[in-house]
Every structure is written in structure tokens, then in C-alpha cells.
């Protein structure tokens, strides 16, 4: 019989209910289970993919080319799950695919209605998702209390009804405040929580309370008095130094042996070493001098989960170099002739993620510009491989006013443009070239020689392409095309063979990236800024 586990959040969004249920994916994987994850959010969106990242954060790009929520980016890290469409569902997605049936007749004339249709939809979903796993993690978005959180609700409560207490759990990760001009932990915010739960016919089986602090054992004997959850089953969850110390936590208060007892498990110890091993690695970067300075330079660098992937991503390779990689986030707007000098000043590696629309380009240009001329590592993603083609044919192959038709559809050297079918394309959602694609390497280039491989597959997101039509003359010029979209002849990674480390890539290498198999073109950018770091520090002595 397979096995489900429920997760939901109260009290306040951003409490970490992504990285909880990767960690726990992680046990259970540990212990020799086959899981699966399934995300749930209630926005009418279809997918993430029009959302503005200040909205949602990044949008995570599955190897089937689903655009998704940001959680899913958790779950592939922290285990071996490979996810795809149907890890993650919307209430726009599931209406969509509600509606579609109606206009067909499917429902043989039947008034349709949120109970039954829509949460039976909600189930299918997530036997859908199931699949071949033997553990179905399954977290919903959102915060206990909200409307549109309610058929969820309501489905789950349902399954675990039908599924029976052997086969599902149900796990509330809340808040416990702690007030510090009283010095103590609040526990009236989980309490009411809690008791929206219990309204709508969910008892909680385990409380995952999130807190500044460590919960003592009178706290936790107090939420389960007036919870009605098992004093054992209130397990502490305070802030980490860093995320991947969340596996370690969780075991060490037991998680592993609650859900093995109340899913009816064969219990197996968690072999947890390779968790072990990356949270000492971090400590000990964190006590040694060895850093390096990246400078990101991106358009939506308030809000860093815009970013998520690839600030792990980075983290990664940090732990794989045992260097510690010190962020520097700059707005691509605020850069200026007169300050690029200043700004750059202490930066050992430059990296230009990817973006939509016009703002911040020029900046963005202007940073590929500088690191090209002054010899420092490059990694330009997607848009940031972009920029860095149209500032080579600008400054270089002088194509005067080159650009991407997307910010200048009148520029006389399109060096960037939409492929032939996007341009029929009217529908924004869904449409553009998306997932896993095959890139073939060519030998004796630097992405030869990193990769070390012939062919690699890596996930895209975009809708503009290198155009072919310019390859030839910038090639000419000293650009080298070291990875092809062969089958219609795209250009996928790009680099300067004369520079130290410039390389640009149309993919997003950071969905691939974990922290026990960091991404190799992460893994070499650190590694050749803080080469770039000691080359600057003997010059200077």
C-alpha cells in the first residue's frame, strides 16, 4: 500500500515548509524508500511562468520543460528524484483541466461544484503524481486559514479518511514566536493554527514548529496538551546556519522514527554521512580565510529567491572548492560607466544570470564588457550568454547597435532573435523552448575539457536564440562556439579562448546542480575567480 505525507503550513508564509519536506525526502530516501514529491498552490495561474519574480521568486524548470514553483528546486536537491509535470499543480491548472471536461460533456450534465469535482481533481493529482513511489510527499501551499487553500484542505482530508492512518500523515509546520522583551516562546500563534485545522476535520499527527529558538521540552509538552498531537510527535525546527544541516536536525529529533511507527515503516537507520560530511565541509569554510568574491549582477536582486537555484548553486561549488564564495548582488541598473571602475573593484568572478524584458540590459552589457576586457571570469546564463554575444559583436566585430530584437526590433545586426516558430507564437504561458535539450561539445575547448564528455542534456528557459546567421563573422573575430543545439544548428555555450574564464551558456546549469554533485560549470567558475583572486594578489605584492 503506498504511503502518503501531508504538509501544510499556519501562522505566517516563508516559514521553510519546501525545505522541510526536502528534508524529509531525504530521510525517507536514506532509509532505502522510493519517494516522490508533489507541490499544491492555490493561485489561478496555470504554472509560475508569467509570474513576475518579485511575485514568486524563480521559476524552476523540470527536465519535461514544466515551468514550476521554486519548492520543487528543494526537493531535487536534497535527493535523487527526478520531477516533472505533474510534481506540481495549480488551482488554475486543475480548473483548466475541470472546465476542458465540461465543455466536452464529461460530467454527463451534472452541476459541477468545488466538492466533488474539484477535489477529486485535487486527488488525481496526487495519485498522478504518486506513481511508482512507495512515499508520496505532498505539501500545500500556502497558509492554514486561507480561502483559496480550502479544497486542498478539504481533499487531503478526504484521502487521509480513505487511505486509512497506516497510509497517511499528516505533518503542520507552524511558528512559535519567540517575544523578546519578555524572553519567552509564544505558543497561542500554533494553538489557533491548529485549531483551523481540527475545523475543517484535520487532526495534525506531527507539529514541526519553527522558531528562533530551540523548543524546550516544557514548550513542546504544552502545544501537545492543547493540540491533541503526541508529545513525541512536537519536534523543535530552529533556525540553521544553513539548509543542509535541516536532514541532521530533523533525524536528530527524531522524525525518521515517528513517521516509521505511525505509517507502519520497516525501520532503517538513515545513513545520513554524505549530510554530515557537506554541514562540516560549510563549517569549516566558513573558519577558514580561503574566500572569493562573485559579483551577481542581475535585475531582480532584492528579492533573492529570484535567484534560489543559483545561489545554491554556488554554495555548492563553495563546498566542492572548500572556498568561500562571498555574494556580492548589484541591480544591473546602477551600473554606470563612471562607478563599473569602483564596483568591480574587489570582485574576483562576474556572473549574469538570466531575465526577461528590457530593464537593466545595458548594465548587464556594460558587466560582460568589463570582465571581458580586464580578464575576469565570465559565466553568463541564458540572458547573461546573450549579453555577452551582443557586447562582442558591439566591441569587437564592430556591428554597431547589434542587440536582441527583444529589447531593439529594429537593431540592424540581430545578433539575438526569436526562432521562426516563436515568432508565430501569441500565447506567453508554456510556449517557449523549454527543458532538457541534447548539447553536443566540441573537443579541446575549455567546456570540453570541464565537462568532460562528448554530449550533455540541460534544461532550458527562454524564447529568444543566438542567431546563426552572425556565427560565422563573430567566430572570425575569436568567439568560439563550444556546444551546439545540433538538430537546428543553435548555438548553446559560448567562450573567449584568450580570456582566463569566459564562458556563456543558453541553459540554466543551476537546475542540475546538489550539493553532494555540484554543477562542473559552477564548480570551475569559483575555482577560476579564486585563481583570479591569488593571480591579482601576487601582482600586487
Same mark, same amino acid.
Given at each position: ?41 492555490? /493561485? ?9 519574480? #518579485? ?5 524552476? %524548470? ?28 495549480? @488551482? +488554475? ?13 464529461? /460530467?454527463? +450534465? ?56 497506516? *497510509? ?6 507552524? /511558528? ?6 519578555? +524572553? ?79 505509517? *507502519? ?18 563549517? @569549516? ?14 535585475? #531582480? ?37 563612471? *562607478? ?11 556572473? &549574469? ?7 537593466? &540590459? ?21 540572458? +547573461? ?62 567546456? #570540453? ?14 524564447? #529568444? ?14 568567439? %568560439?562556439?563550444?556546444?551546439? /543545439? &545540433? ?55
Amino acid at each position: 500500500m503506498k504511503k502518503f505525507i501531508f504538509i501544510t503550513g499556519g501562522v505566517l508564509s516563508s516559514l521553510g515548509k519546501g525545505v522541510a519536506s526536502a528534508g524529509i525526502g531525504a530521510i525517507l530516501e536514506s532509509m532505502g524508500y522510493k519517494i516522490t514529491f508533489l507541490k499544491l498552490d492555490p /493561485y489561478l495561474n496555470i504554472d509560475p511562468g508569467t509570474m513576475n519574480p #518579485y511575485q514568486h521568486g524563480e521559476v524552476y %524548470v523540470t527536465e519535461d520543460g514544466a515551468e514550476t514553483d521554486l519548492d520543487l528546486g528543494h526537493y531535487e536537491r536534497f535527493t535523487n528524484v527526478i520531477l516533472t509535470k505533474y510534481n506540481n499543480a495549480t @488551482s +488554475g491548472r486543475l480548473y483548466f483541466n475541470i472546465l476542458q471536461k465540461e465543455r466536452r460533456g464529461a /460530467y454527463l +450534465g451534472a452541476t459541477v461544484q468545488i466538492i466533488p469535482h474539484f477535489t477529486n481533481e485535487i486527488k488525481r493529482a496526487i495519485e498522478r503524481a504518486s506513481k511508482d513511489a512507495e512515499i508520496t510527499i505532498v505539501e500545500i501551499g500556502g497558509t492554514v486559514g486561507d480561502i483559496e487553500s480550502l479544497p486542498f484542505l478539504e481533499a487531503i482530508r478526504q484521502m487521509g479518511l480513505e487511505l486509512g492512518r497506516e *497510509n497517511s500523515i499528516f505533518i503542520h509546520l507552524t /511558528y512559535v514566536p519567540y517575544i523578546k522583551v519578555a +524572553g519567552e516562546l509564544k505558543t497561542k500563534p500554533s494553538q489557533h493554527s491548529v485549531k483551523e485545522l481540527r475545523a475543517i476535520g484535520i487532526q495534525p499527527d506531527v507539529l514541526i514548529c519553527r522558531s528562533e529558538k530551540p523548543i524546550p521540552k516544557p514548550i513542546k509538552r504544552k502545544l501537545a496538551l492543547f493540540t491533541n498531537v503526541h508529545e513525541d510527535s512536537v519536534l523543535s525546527a530552529p533556525d540553521l546556519e544553513t539548509i543542509y544541516e535541516i536532514p541532521l536536525h530533523l533525524k536528530k529529533e527524531k522524525i525518521d522514527e515517528v513517521l516509521a511507527k505511525h505509517l *507502519n515503516l520497516d525501520y532503517k537507520e538513515p545513513d545520513l554521512s554524505k549530510w554530515k560530511k557537506i554541514v562540516n565541509t560549510l563549517h @569549516s569554510i566558513e573558519k577558514s580565510n580561503k574566500e572569493v568574491n562573485i559579483a551577481i549582477i542581475g535585475k #531582480y536582486v532584492e528579492l533573492k529567491d529570484a535567484y534560489k537555484s543559483i545561489d545554491e548553486a554556488l554554495i555548492h561549488a563553495s563546498i566542492a572548492n572548500k572556498v568561500k564564495v562571498n555574494l556580492h548582488w548589484i541591480r544591473s541598473d546602477d551600473l554606470t560607466d563612471e *562607478n563599473i571602475s569602483e564596483v568591480f573593484k574587489n570582485i574576483n568572478g562576474i556572473l &549574469v544570470p538570466g531575465g526577461f524584458g528590457e530593464r537593466g &540590459v545595458e548594465g548587464k552589457i556594460k558587466a560582460a564588457q568589463y570582465a571581458r576586457e580586464n580578464n575576469i571570469p565570465y559565466f553568463g546564463i541564458c540572458l +547573461g550568454m546573450q549579453v555577452a554575444v551582443i557586447e562582442f559583436a558591439r566591441n569587437v566585430a564592430g556591428l554597431e547597435g547589434a542587440n536582441s530584437t527583444e529589447f531593439d526590433p529594429q537593431t540592424p545586426y540581430p545578433v539575438i532573435d526569436l526562432m521562426p516558430e516563436q515568432k508565430e507564437v501569441e500565447d506567453k504561458g508554456g510556449t517557449m523552448r523549454l527543458g532538457a535539450y541534447k548539447c553536443t561539445l566540441k573537443e579541446g575547448t575549455k567546456a #570540453y575539457e570541464i565537462y568532460g564528455r562528448k554530449e550533455i542534456y540541460e534544461r532550458h528557459r527562454h524564447r #529568444y536564440e543566438f542567431n546563426p546567421q552572425f556565427r560565422p563573422l563573430l567566430e572570425e573575430k575569436g568567439l %568560439v562556439v563550444s556546444g551546439e /543545439y &545540433v538538430a537546428k544548428k543553435l548555438p548553446e555555450i559560448i567562450e573567449i579562448p584568450t580570456h582566463k574564464w569566459f564562458i556563456g551558456c543558453q541553459f540554466h546549469p543551476e537546475f542540475k546542480s546538489k550539493p553532494f554533485s555540484p554543477h562542473p560549470l559552477f564548480e570551475s567558475f569559483v575555482n577560476a575567480s579564486y585563481l583570479n583572486k591569488l593571480d591579482k594578489l601576487s601582482i600586487d605584492t
